[in-house]
């Protein structure tokens, strides 16, 4: 049988139940037992073992960290068990803005640019006190690495990142326009992103595409799901530049993931990348051929099929068996993990306005025993990943947080409002 990968995407999983319950909870989803898990090492508030880089967020102080979830992940599968440990790219944990991404209009987001060297050199730093827990491999999730949004303070979007490092990274690779083309209503980005009230429409691109210049197909494409209006015609040129920009775009992406990396490579361990799609996904800014073509990991993560001729060029798959792979379920943790800020910033009832909201996107996971199956006969995948996170367990969670956050049992009708559509077994 083929691999069979339980994902814990957050610590805030590992604090309400142990490793053993979650690699129990994965033949219910599935029928088999799960032969490799992915621990979460970095999240969105930092690490959770002792590193030099930032202390142990103080929700996870007092309770197990990594190598208490190393030692009990050895001990339920053996030697012959892969042990990952996860990285999510964020890293607004380190609280400064000199290595903050910088959107179109220069104005800085929190969140950290892994074209950055000096970012690179930390996450080096904490990868190499990763693998000193006994992992056997480290997986670097990309679903939200540069965040592309609408915003209420510009015209069009705001698109990331276009630093100093970005910007010079993409003009060696041949893209020389400077930012002002994707400023204002007009920019170039117009013919794949469109704001609307609930998140932004978008148009992820096929690497073929970018490859070659395919402006027409990127227009019809556009014009079909009405993301833009206009003449075909007079939209061809700015598909062509558009193009142009993500074929750097892709490049650059794909070697600074490499570059972060390199401390595994040097020590033979095994690396991992999650995408949300083999395609340029707008929240990743890369395509899984980009990555391939650089060597940028060992191998990949995502829900969708990958082109043929990258599985008979040795490119190793895996599938996510997830919309947009993690990216929901890391929106649903960041919401948990951030309560009492978000608390006190809007208020308890706003809280939990954007905590039901985040939930609901808990309903993109697929892991399920139909899924698992198709997987071990779909050619192209060496395996399939999941997070077996169901709806009681979801509402535990969502009932625990509340409770510490507030003081207050929610009432059983409230609760009920959280509930997610379980997968069928």
């Not at 994965?26 to 508030?45: K, M, N, Q, Y």
């Not at 880089?53 to 960290?65: K, N, T, Y």
């Not at 910088?102 to 987001?109: C, I, L, P, V």
Request: net charge negative; proline share 5%; glycine share 6%.
């Amino acid at each position: 049988m083929k691999r069979a990968i339980a994902h814990i995407p957050s610590a805030e999983m590992l604090r309400l139940k142990p490793v053993e319950y979650w690699l129990g909870r994965f033949p219910d989803f599935v029928r088999r037992s799960a032969t490799e898990i992915v621990l979460p090492a970095v999240g969105t508030f930092g690490p959770s073992f002792e590193s030099e880089v930032h202390p142990i967020p103080p929700a996870l102080r007092g309770h197990e960290l990594l190598p208490d979830w190393v030692r009990q992940a050895r001990d339920l599968l053996g030697e012959e068990g892969a042990i990952w440990a996860n990285i999510i790219v964020d890293g607004q944990f380190l609280d400064n803005s000199a290595i903050w991404q910088k959107n179109q209009y220069d104005q800085e987001f929190a969140q950290v640019c892994i074209t950055h060297p000096t970012v690179q050199r930390i996450l080096h730093q904490m990868i190499s006190e990763i693998l000193e827990h006994g992992v056997d491999g480290v997986v670097l999730d990309l679903t939200d690495a540069y965040p592309n949004s609408g915003s209420d303070s510009y015209a069009g979007l705001s698109a990331h990142c276009f630093c100093a490092y970005c910007m010079e990274a993409m003009r060696l690779k041949g893209f020389r326009e400077s930012k002002d083309a994707f400023i204002g209503d007009d920019s170039i980005l117009r013919l794949a992103l469109r704001v609307e009230d609930d998140g932004t429409a978008y148009v992820d691109t096929p690497q073929s595409w970018i490859d070659h210049r395919n402006a027409d197909a990127l227009v019809s494409l556009a014009l079909a799901r009405r993301i833009v209006s206009g003449e075909s015609q007079q939209l061809t040129a700015e598909a062509m530049r558009l193009l142009a920009y993500l074929r750097a775009r892709v490049q650059v992406t794909a070697e600074a993931v490499r570059a972060v990396l390199a401390p595994c490579r040097d020590k033979g361990m095994r690396t991992a990348v999650i995408l949300g799609s083999a395609d340029c996904d707008w929240s990743s800014m890369v395509t899984l051929e980009a990555l391939h073509t650089a060597k940028s990991a060992s191998e990949y993560w995502l829900p969708d099929s990958p082109d043929p001729q990258l599985t008979a060029a040795g490119a190793q798959i895996v599938q996510f068996l997830a919309t947009r792979s993690t990216y929901g379920f890391n929106r649903f943790f960041e919401t948990v993990e951030d309560a009492d800020k978000r608390i006190v910033l809007f208020g308890i009832d706003e809280f939990l306005k954007n905590l039901m909201s985040t939930s609901k996107r808990l309903m993109g996971n697929k892991l399920s025993a139909g899924a698992a199956y198709v997987v071990e006969h779909l050619p192209e995948f060496a395996g399939f990943v999941g997070i077996p996170l169901g709806q009681q367990d979801h509402l535990d969670i969502v009932e625990q947080l509340t409770h510490s956050v507030t003081g207050v049992v929610l009432p059983q009708e409230l609760l009920m409002k959280f509930r997610i559509v379980e997968p069928s077994p």
